[in-house]
């Protein structure tokens, strides 16, 4: 089965509807990218950092409609920007994260592991960019 998306947001949406999308130690779900100056004041959407990793809030997809994280990347790729649809990799649950928030759910750190186009095919979502 193909399922093409007429965009990113369609395609989060889509995963957080009708997807089995349980975060848990290990679990790779797709997120969405959004504007860390908006949501907390930082200087930019997306923080970069002079070894090519970045840091950005990104939405994790789940039947809530999905909640918060703060995730960064390995390594180098492409520049991430609000409303981009990536692949997050769920690491562990930090209470001390999860407290500072209303949502306890903060406080799982992970990795974007790369970005995903807004397509569903053969059981997974068809990636794009990975980072180094």
Not at 63 to 78: E, W
Request: aromatic share 10%; with cysteine; net charge neutral.
């Amino acid at each position: 089965m193909n399922l093409p998306f007429k965009d990113n947001t369609s395609a989060f949406e889509y995963a957080c509807k009708y997807l089995e999308c349980e975060v848990a130690e290990g679990a790779m779900l797709p997120a969405i990218v959004q504007d860390g100056k908006a949501l907390f004041g930082t200087p930019a959407s997306v923080s970069a950092a002079t070894d090519g990793t970045q840091t950005a809030a990104i939405k994790v997809a789940s039947k809530d409609g999905g909640f918060l994280v703060v995730a960064k990347t390995p390594g180098r790729g492409p520049q991430l920007k609000p409303g981009d649809f990536v692949a997050w990799l769920a690491g562990s649950h930090v209470a001390k994260l999860a407290e500072a928030a209303p949502d306890k759910r903060f406080g799982w750190v992970g990795l974007i592991v790369g970005t995903l186009k807004p397509e569903w095919k053969e059981g997974s979502w068809v990636g794009a960019d990975r980072f180094a």
